[in-house]
């Protein structure tokens, strides 16, 4: 895959609507697009930071609104359309990888890993349950992979799912007349450049919060999940060169959307 779809670049952008994580809860979403819809002007772009799947329970629901809501933004006048990126988060990660668990060395103990992170909701969402998947891996190889095939089948049957899963993006960069900004979803690793990230997108959320400085040149970079403060997020939280847009959505929180200048400038919030 080269960068070009591994990030995505939004470019003339006159403000940039961030989405914090939305782990599956489909009222929530539906809330947030209501209050958004309206403040939506020419020139704006709109970034899904990740973590759509997992947690709620309405996972293919939630997915469903997501991608009704992207195409009437998009049927706007040409002028008025904002471009839309959905990031890749955890929960997506995961669910890729749950999707081949039959590769891997340890399927058993990635199993119980993906469920203490919510992926069960996920699992119920395409058919399955925790129940079956505990019973399939202890079964072998290849009843796994029959099991991962049905999986694939049933979100096939619901349309726009498998395309959605392709279209994620791992980061998004948002070019200004200046430094600009970056989008992530759970965190990155400050000694690495943004080419080299790999998987700290969604597990370097320490990294993060050891920004003392702008990385790579950035003005800000503004993540959507804060692992480790689920119980208690304040919702978006500024350091001089991050932003966290989290208020434990998923985890009887609000679902929380923060609009930015291209130079980093926090402008307009909307929770639901």
């Given at each position: 895959m080269s960068d070009q779809e591994k990030f995505a670049v939004l470019s003339a952008a006159r403000r940039v609507w961030a989405v914090g994580s939305i782990h599956g809860e489909r009222a929530r979403l539906?809330?947030?697009?209501?209050?958004?819809w309206p403040r939506l002007d020419a020139g704006d772009r709109l970034v899904y930071?990740?973590?759509?799947?997992?947690?709620?329970?309405?996972?293919?629901?939630?997915?469903?609104?997501?991608?009704?809501?992207?195409?009437?933004?998009?049927?706007?006048e040409p002028d008025e359309a904002p471009h839309?990126?959905?990031?890749?988060?955890?929960?997506?990660?995961?669910?890729?990888?749950?999707?081949?668990?039959?590769?891997?060395?340890?399927?058993?103990?990635?199993?119980?890993?993906?469920?203490?992170q919510g992926i069960g909701a996920t699992?119920?969402?395409?058919?399955?349950?925790?129940?079956?998947?505990?019973?399939?891996?202890?079964?072998?190889?290849?009843?796994?992979?029959?099991?991962?095939?049905?999986?694939?089948?049933?979100m096939q049957r619901n349309e726009g799912h498998v395309a959605f899963m392709a279209a994620l993006r791992r980061a998004c960069v948002v070019e200004g007349t200046g430094s600009g900004l970056l989008f992530v979803n759970a965190g990155l690793d400050p000694t690495r450049p943004l080419e080299a990230q790999r998987d700290s997108f969604w597990w370097s959320s320490g990294g993060f919060g050891r920004l003392a400085e702008p990385y790579a040149g950035f003005a800000r970079v503004v993540r959507g999940f804060a692992p480790g403060r689920e119980d208690d997020?304040?919702?978006?939280?500024?350091?001089?060169?991050?932003?966290?847009?989290?208020?434990?959505?998923?985890?009887?929180?609000?679902?929380?959307a923060a609009c930015f200048t291209p130079d980093g400038a926090l402008v307009d919030r909307v929770e639901a």
């Open positions: 539906e809330a947030l697009h209501d209050a958004l930071l990740g973590n759509v799947l997992g947690r709620g329970p309405d996972v293919a629901g939630t997915l469903n609104e997501l991608l009704a809501f992207r195409c009437g933004v998009m049927s706007r839309v990126v959905i990031l890749r988060g955890s929960q997506e990660e995961m669910w890729q990888k749950l999707l081949q668990l039959q590769f891997a060395t340890d399927p058993r103990g990635v199993l119980d890993w993906m469920l203490t699992l119920t969402a395409y058919g399955s349950s925790v129940e079956e998947a505990l019973q399939r891996v202890r079964g072998g190889a290849v009843g796994l992979t029959r099991w991962t095939q049905d999986l694939r089948r049933s997020s304040p919702g978006i939280v500024e350091t001089e060169y991050t932003v966290t847009v989290d208020a434990g959505c998923g985890f009887g929180g609000p679902l929380t």
